[in-house]
């Protein structure tokens, strides 16, 4: 068994292939932007008197990239090490998935999104997207965190930013469709993708490892460190990419008021599910989340306070019912095993969301919304502009990113169920031992008692 | 005993009924603000030429948001988690009060600071007063920390927010003082009122708990996180709503150079007054923060690096010297049971700060601010200014603020007290178990021997 | 022994008396800059009519100052905090001493870099340049982690700041290199300086205290945060004092891509070099980082991503490599004993990244950057430019640097090996115990086993 977990030929090999190819097609296909090249952006500089530094792009969006960033490597990082003996894992393949996926979204992403002769501009806008993309990846790795190599990681991640590329420019260049936070590109496409994935996946003897699928008191703490960052930072993800000016704005206000009362709503639910009254960290990890979720689509758009408030709190309620409810329903009668629980998180607050946005946007008026209509939705200028019909897209839009999503994650679940990535057996996952040198236990301890270390356990159950 | 602190219903029904308070008020009340509203903002950049999306105030303010957004979940919540089992609590308790509390500080400072037309405005500044406001709640729940239920927590928060709202209405708009960082608003209206609370709730067998009441080693490597990010965005919370420009700018600076030098006192004071010369985690968790506090007025004046660096000093000796030396007769003779010492982090360098602001602008002088002077002292342009009577000002809101702080500590302290919230036994202190569903140690270890969870040490004591 | 390592006197008399000097120093020498001054601020915006509020440096410069401060605080603090037994010591003696080192360095480098009529001006950018400094000192305190007394690591900073800003001031003012992300000033110098203070106080009896100079499973989850925190905020820093505009934000995007490969590289050669394949937490916590190092002096120049790619990838495999088989080398051979392995992620890394710059320097031609040459290159407008000439500086600047280290490091070195400091005996080195009071452990094992707290080992073993 060991054996066919051995890391040492497959993972190098994968990895320097993929960053030479990344860094020959970077060679030959990105180039500065505007903003970024000393040439470029001094020569418009000096085009237009009253254009002056404090207008570079960057200063406008580099501390909302920043936040995002924040939130892709320490937020799902380490929202993911509740498991009790997979930390190292759930951090560090976190982190070698999304610095893969960032390189090959800006790639997939500047092929879509439109090329300037031929060549993709990048930026401070197209590295925020590209975390975007990678954020993705990670929801769906949420689903099969436990279960899978880091092998097969990187190869869904290929798989996945190219769908997610591919479904982003039909929502948001074809149909022209707003969704600035990502509540269907992002979360309902990784969300549903990763469980078709987890569903192909289906391991039926996983209860050899049930004892390693939970929690304890420090690891609960670590990913309370994850849960945390993801909050406060939502309102900067939501609003990264929108308009300069109000819809920035506005955007991340809607967003800290829809956290709010999710976070109210998943403690009262949560602690009304439990038989004794007691709040379960399950819980407050994920679905006080929600709420930035479900206002992804709309977050933008006048939705008010008051609306992102009733948004919010019943995408904690849905998310904790979920929790309970649904996710063993999901396991025992579809065989979908969740290891995250990202349909609670991720897929029906998504869902949400993509309703909730595509009645905002019907509901739309230039009475609303003056001036300012033509800065949240795009085609006014054009004279499209219906807010029923854009209503209508938008419900469209989340139709297909569930096609994109299903149909993505079965090919990819196909893929990754050859036996060459050197997946863990059902005894060994959730276990840091088979991919990491775990250290032994405190000094302290190991005078007065031994330990097994996992690698111990390993070599006597085999 | 297990019957009496059973959240089931209590805490999902208060929860519920707030929030659905709350958002009946904000669909009644809460409006964009200009800067958020994407009709008037649109509107107003027509009126004005010069007028650009970089001047709307979310450029100027959030970045400074965030950072204190960072400091009021991670920096409370992690510091709080030094107890060795109340871990849950601490993050989990501070996420809910915060978030209840941030919604009702916005209506209760939109209330007091201004109806337009009836309605309140909303924007970043008014997330970042409620944030303040929030901070003021989290720095009571230090004072009672380990002693009280969730449900208690959020009556006291309704009271804090709503005396808090009072209290600063009376300083910043009847007398008109300088309270940019809350050296009085936030920290010894927080400190005091969390004291008497504290006070009023005293239990005289709480030494039944007293074994779970410390830290263990890796508990106060979890708080340290909550410290640093304090100490580090502590610039970012006091200039977050100064004016623009050099009064941000030098805010900042001045609590930069002040909190660096309360580190040093901090450690040379805890090495001086332990016998062996050994460095205490209390001391450097807590102590080394006082000297943001003590510069949370006079930290926008021209209070020089100099005098921000003695105050700091002086912040960081008092703070340990307290935990040192006064901390245990507040207990013992006081009744005072303060678990966090936010005496010695907020009470004093709170107080301290508010003298330091008194005397700094009693020796303003236009020589010294020139054109600057009316951008820090509001009632210049009024013709009211006179620097000694704006001294005398800052002087009277201090003893103002204290006399709120006992007087609305008293109140909310015997409404707690009622016997209907679930609080904790006496024998039950400090421990997460009683609201939380706690999971297991780790599974090498139980193979090996059998630990008692809190829920068994329960039932077995009960 | 006890005794000799007590620090009740040595350390509080030497923090006072430097914080005293620091205040007193302060006081005559140092005043706010146009920026931060009430007067000159707001009369030079009466001066000029299109100069405004949002033009102050603080709205350039402040979100990256607080992204470097995240980092010199959680970054290098959690970094450390890998040893089972000196998280205390990690986090809290990088607190102090970077506390005390930003304040000298402000000094220091405002007294080389230009005095104003004999005053020091400071502002965000003097802030930024202070923790830069402090960051060179945190890489040395890498080297001789847990082999060393708080006192003697505080009389290092003073003499390292004291020659960084001298090393600086040779390479920025005299001969007008290129720097921003310190390549050079930094990372080459603090870990050159570090090994020489390391191998001068040469411990051959360190393997006494070995069972102690290794990680356990939740203290290498801490050093994730340290070096997520670096690894995401490292385009900040590189970013930070680099021109407005595109020099800034194509300094970040560098960074970015750089950073990202290495990640790749990382991974590979991780599993690589190991028999089994496994992942070494080691490599992940300190290589992954070493392409934001190797693009320090480069990646405001035009590298392109391609070019910041292949930097990142070829920076990590050295690391990677370094830590498998030259770390050992040097320890045995060499005998520098170098706990966090600083030559292989500041030292090698750095040295790259010096070469990378004076090649890319040698390169640059106004075809490439336009009227944007002289926003990068000073000396352009001088008439002095010649890109070859720039590419020698570059070179002989990491010469310079080079010998400053080992100069300085070497009579720093010795200056430590003074009897006086309390350092630790051989045999309690890597110990909290030994300068801080440490918890004992959870209540609920106490019960169950007695665990010999670090303080009874001492007693034990003395």
């Known amino acids: 068994m060991t054996s066919s977990t051995n890391m040492r030929l497959r993972l190098p090999l994968l990895c320097i292939?993929?960053?030479?190819?990344?860094?020959?097609?970077?060679?030959?296909?990105?180039?500065?932007?505007?903003?970024?090249?000393?040439?470029?952006?001094?020569?418009?500089?000096?085009?237009?008197?009253?254009?002056?530094?404090?207008?570079?792009?960057?200063?406008?969006?580099?501390?909302?990239?920043?936040?995002?960033?924040?939130?892709?490597?320490?937020?799902?990082?380490?929202?993911?090490?509740?498991?009790?003996?997979?930390?190292?894992?759930?951090?560090?393949?976190?982190?070698?998935?999304?610095?893969?996926?960032?390189?090959?979204?800006?790639?997939?992403?500047?092929?879509?999104?439109?090329?300037h002769h031929g060549k993709i501009h990048v930026g401070v806008t197209s590295m925020i997207n590209a975390d975007f993309c990678t954020g993705s990846v990670l929801i769906s790795f949420g689903a099969v965190l436990g279960k899978t190599s880091p092998v097969q990681l990187l190869v869904m991640a290929i798989f996945e930013v190219t769908l997610f590329a591919v479904n982003e420019f039909i929502l948001l260049s074809i149909l022209g469709v707003n969704d600035a936070g990502g509540s269907m590109t992002i979360h309902t496409f990784g969300a549903y993708f990763g469980l078709v994935v987890t569903r192909v996946l289906y391991r039926p003897n996983l209860d050899k490892s049930k004892h390693r699928n939970s929690s304890v008191y420090h690891s609960d703490l670590f990913a309370m460190i994850g849960t945390i960052y993801l909050w406060m930072f939502w309102p900067s993800f939501n609003s990264a990419i929108t308009n300069y000016g109000d819809p920035q704005h506005r955007t991340a206000m809607n967003t800290y008021y829809s956290l709010a009362a999710c976070t109210l709503a998943t403690f009262a639910f949560s602690a009304l599910v439990n038989p004794e009254g007691k709040l379960d960290m399950v819980h407050i990890q994920n679905a006080a989340l929600a709420g930035g979720v479900a206002v992804g689509t709309a977050g933008e758009m006048m939705l008010t306070a008051f609306g992102s408030m009733i948004v919010g709190f019943l995408a904690g309620t849905i998310s904790v019912l979920g929790y309970k409810y649904l996710t063993p329903v999901l396991e025992s009668k579809l065989k979908i095993q969740d290891t995250c629980g990202i349909h609670n998180l991720h897929g029906m607050p998504g869902v949400l969301g993509a309703v909730v946005g595509a009645v905002t946007a019907?509901?739309?008026?230039?009475?609303?919304?003056?001036?300012?209509?033509?800065?949240?939705?795009?085609?006014?200028?054009?004279?499209?502009?219906?807010?029923?019909?854009?209503?209508?897209?938008?419900?469209?839009?989340?139709?297909?990113?569930?096609?994109?999503?299903?149909?993505?994650?079965?090919?990819?679940?196909?893929?990754?169920?050859?036996?060459?990535y050197g997946a863990p057996p059902d005894t060994h996952c959730f276990e840091d031992g088979l991919y990491w040198e775990v250290p032994g236990e405190e000094e302290g301890h190991q005078e007065l008692y031994e330990v097994a270390t996992p690698n111990e356990v390993e070599k006597l159950s085999s």
């Open 17 to 115: 292939i993929l960053e030479v190819i990344l860094i020959i097609l970077f060679g030959t296909l990105v180039e500065y932007n505007d903003d970024t090249h000393a040439k470029l952006w001094n020569e418009n500089r000096t085009d237009s008197d009253t254009r002056n530094d404090h207008e570079n792009e960057f200063y406008y969006r580099y501390p909302s990239f920043q936040d995002v960033h924040v939130m892709i490597f320490v937020g799902f990082g380490f929202l993911m090490t509740f498991l009790q003996r997979y930390g190292f894992s759930s951090v560090g393949f976190n982190f070698l998935i999304a610095a893969f996926s960032l390189q090959w979204a800006t790639l997939m992403q500047g092929f879509f999104h439109g090329l």
């Open 362 to 420: 019907a509901l739309a008026s230039p009475d609303v919304y003056g001036h300012g209509l033509q800065r949240v939705f795009a085609d006014v200028e054009t004279g499209k502009w219906n807010p029923q019909s854009r209503g209508g897209f938008q419900a469209i839009s989340l139709a297909v990113t569930l096609g994109m999503a299903l149909f993505g994650g079965l090919i990819t679940g196909f893929i990754l169920k050859l036996p060459i």
